[in-house]
């Protein structure tokens, strides 16, 4: 059965610096891979997607992951954060194609501070 | 378009008590889903349904179930409420391999 596993419940880090997000997962067949955020009292948002080709996604406010197949990894990454980075983001994934069983990370706390 | 609306945003519920949470969509999307979120847990599949008429389990279906009468209603039923079923709930639906969820439903049962 497919998981997904992020080991950084929470991540500080001063404004401007670099920031990464790991996520592992494991599955058995093809997988897409997405990373999504929630700011606080809102729905979850789709941040990025691998769904095949370049491996390398991003976003439209400068994330970028990575699909790592023989790491089986998608660890998001950003040169340098923002107060308003300030989220909880998810990593998630889904076998074969199929969005219908999409399953997702336990959520990692990305807290920019000044 | 509304996108993924969800009602109530707050309820209390005694033990035993039912009810049932509404979801609404106005995309005209097929996939739609029943997450529960608890902290440090990450989202949880309650339910989902690939159309009308066709609903399956999730991961944590125990306590729950769904209908799909129509394309834009999804709706989540607590039969017997209990303190385990304290959480937020989040009702989604996909298009294009993106979710789009509704704002949440915050459950708690005392």
């Known amino acids: 059965a497919q998981s997904v596993t992020q080991l950084d419940s929470q991540v500080p880090v001063f404004e401007e610096a670099p920031v990464e997000l790991r996520c592992n997962y494991s599955s058995s067949v093809s997988v897409y891979l997405f990373w999504y955020v929630q700011y606080p009292n809102q729905g979850l948002q789709l941040l990025l997607k691998?769904?095949?080709?370049?491996?390398l996604v991003e976003s439209i406010n400068g994330f970028e992951a990575e699909f790592n197949k023989s790491q089986t990894s998608f660890h998001l990454r950003k040169p340098s954060v923002h107060i308003s980075d300030t989220a909880e983001y998810f990593c998630a994934v889904s076998e074969g194609g199929a969005t219908n069983k999409l399953i997702f990370g336990t959520g990692t706390l990305l807290a920019v501070q000044p | 378009n509304a996108g993924v609306t969800q009602t109530p945003k707050f309820r209390i519920l005694k033990i035993g008590q039912s009810m049932t949470l509404q979801c609404t969509q106005d995309?005209?999307?097929?996939?739609m889903y029943w997450y529960r979120q608890d902290p440090g847990m990450g989202l949880k599949l309650i339910y989902y349904?690939?159309?009308?008429?066709?609903?399956d389990k999730g991961e944590v279906p125990n306590g729950y179930n769904v209908s799909r009468s129509t394309t834009e209603d999804f709706p989540l039923r607590l039969e017997l409420a209990a303190p385990s079923q304290t959480s937020v709930y989040f009702c989604?639906?996909?298009?294009?391999?993106?979710?789009?969820f509704g704002s949440g439903t915050q459950l708690s049962v005392l």
């Open positions: 989604a639906s996909t298009k294009n391999e993106k979710l789009f």
């Open positions: 691998y769904l095949s080709g370049s491996t």
């Open positions: 995309m005209n999307h097929n996939y």
């Open positions: 349904s690939v159309g009308a008429g066709i609903t």
